[in-house]
């Protein structure tokens, strides 16, 4: 099992930045895919980001790209979302989740993962 802790939310201001930290403790995911969702009121879970276990393949959601980053360090069995030009539409409980499957891809479906945390709440302001 994986416990999987996020931190680094918060409330900021609209185009300012933010960097969300999942940390995982008990068995490791450094060979497994992991991404990021989110869940704004009224809306269902959507996917955000996903890395593969090397960080050589990224993929993100079209309302995120090119102003989000996820990245991962294995030896510190933590993955991080750097979030900048932030909008309020962003405004969400953000979730990491690991995929203990092997994969060639990460998947981008949230059923497709096995674990996850229990969120951090990124408000932005307008």
């Known amino acids: 099992q994986v416990h999987l802790v996020e931190s680094g939310g918060g409330l900021v201001q609209a185009g300012g930045s933010l960097r969300l930290s999942c940390a995982a403790s008990?068995?490791?995911?450094?060979?497994?895919?992991m991404g990021w969702f989110r869940q704004a009121p009224g809306k269902e879970r959507e996917f955000v980001a996903a890395i593969n276990w090397s960080g050589s393949i990224t993929y993100y959601a079209d309302s995120v790209k090119g102003r989000f980053t996820i990245s991962r360090d294995n030896a510190k069995n933590t993955v991080y979302l750097q979030m900048n030009r932030l909008k309020p539409e962003d405004t969400a409980v953000y979730y990491c989740?690991?995929?203990?499957?092997?994969?060639?891809?990460?998947?981008?479906?949230?059923?497709?993962?096995?674990?996850w945390g229990q969120g951090t709440q990124v408000t932005v302001s307008s």
């Open positions: 008990g068995r490791t995911f450094s060979s497994y895919a």
């Open positions: 989740a690991v995929v203990l499957t092997s994969r060639t891809i990460p998947p981008m479906g949230k059923s497709e993962y096995d674990y």
